[in-house]
Nanobody, 122 residues
Framework: QVQLLESGGGLAQAGGSLRLSCVDSERSFVGYAMGWFRQAPGKERLFVAAITWNGGNTYYADSVKGRFTISRDNAKNTVYLQMNSLKPVDTAVYYC???????????????WGQGTQVTVSP
């Protein structure tokens, strides 16, 4: 079975930091780009960040630029999202996804993790 497993979510205060991880435990997505998306209650799933397979190119939503950093360690089959200077509006379920290209559109990703909750208190 395909396995993309997010972890690292939790509760943070405004201005704090969290680091999310997404592991491809079965090595199903060697050569794939990876993206992070988030979905708040009652809202659509939105692009957060994406990274190419070799890590040479990264892409960010304007809302997180300068605060979040996407990275990957292919030897560990893991993609990370370092989130700094958190704001209450960052509260959402965060999902990682795999695609052949680092799309900004969620419907173009083929595979998704189960999501991890991030809550930022005022």
């Amino acid at each position: 079975q395909v396995q993309l497993l997010e972890s690292g979510g939790g509760l943070a205060q405004a201005g704090g930091s969290l680091r999310l991880s997404c592991v491809d435990s079965e090595r199903s997505f060697v050569g794939y780009a990876m993206g992070w998306f988030r979905q708040a209650p009652g809202k659509e799933r939105l692009f957060v960040a994406a990274i190419t397979w070799n890590g040479g190119n990264t892409y960010y939503a304007d809302s997180v630029k300068g605060r979040f950093t996407i990275s990957r360690d292919n030897a560990k089959n893991t993609v990370y999202l370092q989130m700094n200077s958190l704001k209450p509006v960052d509260t959402a379920v965060y999902y990682c996804a795999a695609a052949k290209t680092p799309y900004r559109t969620s419907t173009l990703y083929d595979y998704w993790g189960q999501g991890t909750q991030v809550t930022v208190s005022p």
